[in-house]
């Protein structure tokens, strides 16, 4: 194993500090140079041996910390408005992924709270009226959720249709006097507009999250596990599971926030802001937990196969990078599609726990791990073949020493929990330790999965009584929410737009 | 039955109103003449037939609410600094019960209400260092409690040690550092200061409030069912239920909130209180639900077989009233044990549903409805004989149209649930409706017993994130609190008063 190491002076502090775990008596030492911005004064060692690692007495904390730091700075010291291609994905984050790259690690989670902020946002109570709403007007989400200063636009707010056959997903009130009978809210779309976060970003970045599932896991079972043609293009052979196909195509004319299927919401948006950012450098990452990475996957294939992503800039055809960062996935799809996917160039890593099941499912029978595969799904046309997209981030929650040795799912599932293993991940058979010194109480918002000796209240995420307000007469009341916009009036155009543009692009490849 | 009818004539609504389900056909009306403070003007029918009814067009709502308003002015038009010993029970109640006085209801809604203060404040979750006090500075309670309005100041918290065999109605922490191993708030010790209060209630009110147990009813189980004489005086025959009497006057000497028994510390404030207040006119109302209940007769009972309501007034020795209005109460101690408190002039005032199981217990075998219990208790010292003290309101769930047709006891038995049927019960056989228009929503605070029509979550009183807050640096913690007072340090100072005054109370009488 090549090992890192550092001997770091601090003579303020009189600190002598080397990194832990990564070294065995009696590795020689390279002796290495460089520069940190921010921590007291570094000078580097002269080549040692380690069997005088006895004579430090070191700070593990503090030259933990230090290192990292460092390890960022020696591994990729460019910033990253210059490396984010590769963080996106554009080699398949080879290299990356062990050692766990620190820019990467702080982009994955950064985009898991995109994913994450559907689930802490999303009305779930069926005594409510507004069940399966997002609980806040997309003007005010990111604030409301102190996001703020991530420096995105809510663009647009994405609802499908509930009259599918997943009823284990869709919340519904028990209320008769509703918002709507059919629609539930599924994600929204957002735009980096803030000039700051653009520079640091290196290009304007479109976010498409979706919705998933927190803890409630049985519309596992109402998965039909049939494979239908997805038809976006003209490939019949690419298929996709059928419920998450209908999720994501299903429209429904008497309610109004359905006239539009959510496919046809996300495309019309994605349109529409290209459209808006012409000649700028932009980038499409599509995140999702659980369901909402099913959805994230499909949409990210049909972007691409709409060719949404690929732009006239006067004098050439450029293409705009689509990223997925998923969690907790589903298989979506059979090889082909994961064939196609490939070929279309949509990144996506896929970020899992090995102890959790959904990640195996559909598919049992057959999937990408079973070698005659493309045999059975060419030449017999096997109906129940399943196969991942992407690249994988395997986690395994045992590791970390802040959580409880459980295999319950809804623990093992859980988003922030592997938003938690992300922040500790530093690579195969590395230590865990907390990167970013992610808050572990994040890990318990909807959950009980922390150790107890931490003191976190299990599924603290909540509402002050439940939303209910005293209005003037002293009465304790739901109050009543600003009407929901269904649709912008300009998404017909843009969807039209869609469906030309797919049709010329087609023509000129 | 002698109906109350009134026909109401208001010129500038045009409105005539008259009761509705009080009247049968062919009943004689006597006509009345009365005087309304705020109403429209209100002018008395001549008698009339009820044969006549039907020419009537009333608004039946507004009809009853100026009816139930008239109703208070003629049934008892004394204010209630005038009738508040009637009120508080100096004739038994007698009469106003049925129908149910509208003063007498509201005084006992208000003392409820300080009892259900008792849960709203309370922090249950085990994942808390705090888990087993009251959420609220004593300096705030009132006021956190949205309670300000009600003019009372609140002069001590109640602790009581777990170091006895109810092991399911403590709460305990699942941390090892915590604010004690042993304590329990029990409730606290109140008194009215407001001078407008207190000439409205026609004298000072000593409140003191116990906590229950809202839903969580496994402490019944554990009840041992043994009767041991109280001695708090010299008769051995007064006998109360064993685990009542160890959470009433056990001590824990290593634990600083624990080092006297919530007996001395309650006997000791109403000691200082009467003492700060000497010469005023005084009155000591207990209030608890539950296990609270319990522990609000037991030191109804303390407080008067120990003298402290005997006051000497310079001339005379007076006699501070003391009334318990208690919510679904067990069974307290052994029949001799009612004849004292009788004998002292304890009045209790028993609100139950009769479909709760609570008042039921202990005394299953023997309690006050078998006739020979006074045989068994004298003759063949019965171990296990029973007998509620006071009188009975009992109300019956399903007379009211908001609640479900439930039998769960977690919604019987619930104390908001109780308040709320007070407000509806207006006499046996009659209709139910809300007398003072109680916000039906609270009903659900802990519970879900309202009917899902009426949109109201169940369960909704909670605090927003468990009380987890953002700290400076952005990470989420339940913040410290102010350290909690243990006792007075005048305590033992009052606690021996409390001994001299029994005892020369005792030589006086």
């Known amino acids: 194993m090549a090992a890192l190491f550092l001997c770091i002076y601090n003579p303020k502090y009189n600190l002598q500090a080397f ?7 009696g590795d020689t030492i390279k002796p290495i140079r460089l520069q940190l911005s921010k921590k007291p004064s570094v000078r580097t060692s002269s080549a040692i041996k380690c069997s005088s690692l006895s004579s430090f007495t070191p700070n593990l904390d503090e030259a933990q910390e230090i290192l990292e730091e460092a390890q960022e700075h020696m591994e990729d010291n460019r910033p990253l408005h210059e490396a984010w291609r590769e963080i996106q994905g554009c ?8 050692p766990m790259n620190p820019y990467l690690r702080k982009e994955i989670i950064r985009y898991g709270e995109f994913a994450q ?12 009226k507004y069940c399966g709403t997002c609980k806040y007007q997309g003007a005010h989400f990111f604030e409301k959720l102190d996001m703020a200063d991530r420096g995105y636009h809510m663009t647009r707010y994405l609802y499908a249709t509930s009259n599918i056959n997943l009823p284990n997903f869709f919340q519904k009130s028990n209320l008769s006097s509703v918002w709507s009978q059919h629609a539930n809210w599924m994600g929204y779309v957002a735009v980096s507009t803030d000039e700051n976060e653009i520079r640091r970003l290196g290009r304007r970045d479109i976010v498409v999250a979706w919705r998933g599932t927190v803890t409630y896991l049985e519309w596992i079972h109402d998965l039909k596990d049939i494979l239908c043609p997805a038809h976006f ?24 926030y359905c006239t539009f299927s959510v496919r046809e919401q996300v495309l019309a948006e994605i349109k529409r802001i290209i459209e808006r950012y012409k000649g700028e450098e932009l980038s499409i990452t599509i995140t999702g937990h659980s369901l909402g990475a099913a959805l994230a996957i499909l949409s990210a294939y049909d972007i691409a196969e709409m060719k949404l992503n690929i732009v006239d800039n006067g004098t050439s055809m450029a293409k705009i990078p689509i990223t997925v960062f998923s969690f907790s996935s589903p298989r ?26 959904v990640p195996t499912v559909p598919g049992i029978f057959a999937n990408e791990k079973f070698q005659y595969q493309k045999y059975i799904e060419d030449k017999i046309s096997f109906p129940w073949s399943y196969a991942h ?4 981030l395997a986690l395994d929650h045992t590791e970390s020493p802040f959580l409880k040795q459980t295999r319950d799912l809804g623990c093992v599932h859980n988003l922030e929990a592997h938003l938690h293993l992300v922040d500790g991940y530093h690579g195969k058979g590395r230590q865990f330790s907390l990167a970013t010194k992610r808050d572990i109480a994040l890990v318990n918002k909807s959950s009980d999965f922390l150790k107890s000796e931490y003191g976190v209240p299990a ?20 109050p009543e929410r600003p009407g929901l916009e269904a649709h912008p009036p300009d998404t017909a155009h843009h969807l039209e737009q869609v469906l030309k543009l797919s049709k010329s692009s087609l023509e000129m490849l």
Not at 91 to 98: C, E, F, M, R, V
Not at 459 to 478: F, P, T
């Open 389 to 392: 997209v992407g690249a994988e």
């Open 332 to 357: 979506v799809g059979n090889l082909k599609f994961k064939e196609r996917c490939d070929e279309l160039g949509i990144k996506v890593l896929r970020v899992t726990n090995v102890h959790d099941k």
């Open 459 to 478: 599924h603290w995420r909540q509402d002050e009584n439940k939303g209910m307000v005293r209005s003037g007469d002293g009465r304790w009341i739901l």
């Open 91 to 98: 080699s398949d984050w080879k290299d990356l992924l062990d």
């Open 233 to 256: 293009r003209d490939d019949p052979s690419i298929k996709i599971e059928s419920g998450f196909l209908d999720l994501y195509t299903t429209k429904e004319t008497t309610c109004k």
């Open 19 to 25: 990194s832990r775990g990564l070294l065995a008596r």
């Open 117 to 128: 902020a559907c689930y802490d946002s999303f009305d779930f109570d069926p005594r409510s």
